[in-house]
């Protein structure tokens, strides 16, 4: 079982101690997240909680491979054994595999970050089943270029005008919307001229397009689980010190 | 294999179909027999692909041109494997499991069993448990394939099983699953037959299956 882990409380035992050991301490906190949760983290993280920060760049879900490689990278760089919070979903099995080594891991249990940005599993589990055919533009992947008229483009260089089109179409001729996500309205203003390039685009497809408030519910919980570990609920995956991050610890 | 074997593979590999249907229609041409140029040329070429996409070194564009220029020298060939008379392996049903609109790597599947002789009916995307239940009935299947890139949708598969069950037909076709997500613990967890990496896995699954 990966989250019954006991964690000891730092403060009141200390009167009680009858041998010559350290007092128990809390782990130091180190963030390691996708870009995507920069603007959030940085208003939500309280000073002095993570010790360390780091923020990977967007694009890494479209290659998981090389994403475990980079994410399980700054893990093992991770000096002194600590708390790491994983600012990830499971994206495409990115995070599958990864090993914990000396650390405790913390991760959002989400397929991937549009979860995050909806401010909780559910709103996306509902979303999900309500239109399966969409498709999700956040901030994170129109700052990457992982949206369809990117992609094109890239095509069109790499592949030509014909064929790009034909990729296109044979890619995404079944979906019937886009969706822009946002965690707050200042994100959704600011990617929705974007987003309706794309829109305009994505109209070769008939697709509708809709914009979704969500809110920073989820990054909320993960920073306040981060702080005590103890109230991690099934809304997130922790892997002792030793264990591995497994698919089905998402599923 | 034959120079010109080789260079239809490369073909199929660099996404090429013009040359995909040249290179089988000279095949053809020097007296070569059309399912050793199915078997020896586009098979490995489509093969290689499979393998490289799963290790993450070729991408979906990329993969979608191989299986284009692989279906541009299957057409050139098909009617001359039919018309030669070429024993069925077996049935296959495929189908995109509930929820999921995903047909690349299924469609390749499909594609790939066909070239292997199987007969396939193709389902499409987004199928729910009780009409693959259906399908299985009207279509008799000895192979029933699914597929899911979501692993949101990865969870229909486990239902489509207990589906097949409780109407009775578990036990009368095999279960193979794959897609991007999906691992053979998966498959294990919800009593799949059978799990595959890539297309060229599910093919000789599926001959295994078959026993051909």
């Given at each position: 079982m990966v989250r019954e882990l006991e964690f000891p409380n730092p403060s009141p035992m200390y009167g009680e101690r009858t041998n010559m050991s350290e007092p128990p301490e809390k782990l130091p906190v180190v963030i390691i997240a996708c870009q995507i949760m920069?603007?959030?983290?940085?208003?939500?993280?309280?000073?002095?909680?993570?010790?360390?920060?780091?923020?990977?760049?967007?694009?890494l879900h479209r290659y998981p491979n090389k994403m475990t490689l980079s994410v399980?990278?700054?893990?093992?760089?991770?000096?002194?054994?600590?708390?790491?919070?994983?600012?990830?979903?499971?994206?495409?099995?990115?995070?599958?595999?990864?090993?914990?080594?000396?650390?405790?891991?913390?991760?959002?249990?989400?397929?991937?970050?549009?979860?995050?940005?909806?401010?909780?599993?559910?709103?996306?589990?509902?979303?999900?089943?309500?239109?399966?055919?969409?498709?999700?533009?956040?901030?994170?992947?129109?700052?990457?270029?992982?949206?369809?008229?990117?992609?094109?483009?890239?095509?069109?260089?790499?592949?030509?005008?014909?064929?790009?089109?034909?990729?296109m179409d044979t890619q995404y001729q079944h979906y019937e919307r886009l969706v822009l996500v946002a965690h707050d309205e200042a994100d959704l203003e600011k990617y929705r001229p974007q987003a309706k390039e794309v829109a305009a685009y994505c109209q070769r497809w008939n697709m509708r397009y809709e914009e979704i408030l969500g809110s920073d519910a989820y990054a909320r919980r993960l920073v306040e689980v981060a702080a005590a570990l103890d109230t991690a609920d099934s809304n997130f995956v922790v892997v002792p010190p030793g264990g591995e991050i497994r698919q089905e610890q998402f599923i | 294999m034959s120079e010109i074997?080789?260079?239809?593979?490369?073909?199929?590999?660099?996404?090429?179909?013009?040359?995909?249907?040249?290179?089988?229609?000279?095949?053809?041409?020097?007296?070569?027999?059309?399912?050793?140029?199915?078997?020896?040329?586009?098979?490995?070429?489509?093969?290689?692909?499979?393998?490289?996409f799963r290790a993450g070194n070729m991408f979906v564009p990329e993969v979608l041109r191989s299986a284009r220029a692989m279906?541009?020298?299957?057409?050139?060939?098909?009617?001359?494997?039919?018309?030669?008379?070429?024993?069925?392996?077996?049935?296959?049903?495929?189908?995109?499991?509930?929820?999921?609109?995903?047909?690349?790597?299924?469609?390749?599947?499909?594609?790939?069993?066909?070239?292997?002789?199987?007969?396939?009916?193709?389902?499409?995307?987004?199928?729910?448990?009780?009409?693959?239940?259906?399908?299985?009935?009207?279509?008799?299947?000895?192979?029933?394939?699914?597929?899911?890139?979501?692993?949101?949708?990865?969870?229909?598969?486990?239902?489509?099983?207990?589906?097949?069950?409780?109407?009775?037909?578990?036990?009368?076709?095999?279960?193979m699953i794959g897609g991007a997500p999906v691992t053979q613990s998966f498959a294990d967890k919800i009593g799949a037959d059978g799990y595959a990496s890539n297309a060229a896995s599910a093919v000789d699954l599926a001959k295994q299956f078959a026993g051909v």
């Open positions: 920069q603007e959030m983290l940085k208003k939500l993280l309280p000073d002095g909680l993570a010790r360390d920060v780091t923020y990977m760049d967007y694009g399980q990278e700054q893990i093992d760089a991770v000096a002194e054994p600590s708390l790491i919070v994983l600012g990830y979903g499971l994206c495409g099995n990115g995070l599958n595999g990864i090993k914990a080594g000396p650390h405790t891991l913390l991760i959002p249990r989400t397929d991937d970050c549009i979860a995050i940005l909806l401010g909780s599993r559910e709103a996306y589990m509902r979303e999900f089943e309500a239109e399966p055919g969409t498709y999700y533009l956040s901030k994170g992947w129109l700052e990457s270029g992982s949206n369809p008229l990117a992609e094109y483009h890239e095509y069109v260089e790499k592949y030509g005008e014909k064929d790009a089109t034909w990729i | 074997l080789s260079e239809l593979a490369t073909a199929v590999i660099e996404g090429n179909s013009d040359d995909a249907i040249d290179l089988t229609e000279d095949a053809l041409d020097d007296g070569l027999e059309p399912q050793n140029i199915l078997d020896n040329g586009l098979m490995p070429g489509m093969d290689h692909v499979g393998v490289e279906q541009s020298a299957m057409d050139v060939l098909k009617p001359l494997l039919v018309e030669g008379g070429v024993e069925m392996a077996g049935k296959i049903l495929l189908g995109t499991v509930k929820g999921d609109m995903h047909d690349i790597g299924k469609n390749l599947v499909g594609m790939m069993c066909e070239g292997a002789g199987f007969e396939v009916k193709d389902m499409g995307k987004n199928i729910a448990p009780e009409d693959f239940v259906t399908a299985v009935k009207e279509f008799n299947p000895d192979i029933v394939g699914m597929s899911a890139l979501l692993t949101t949708t990865m969870r229909s598969m486990g239902h489509t099983i207990k589906a097949l069950q409780e109407a009775g037909l578990r036990d009368q076709v095999k279960v």
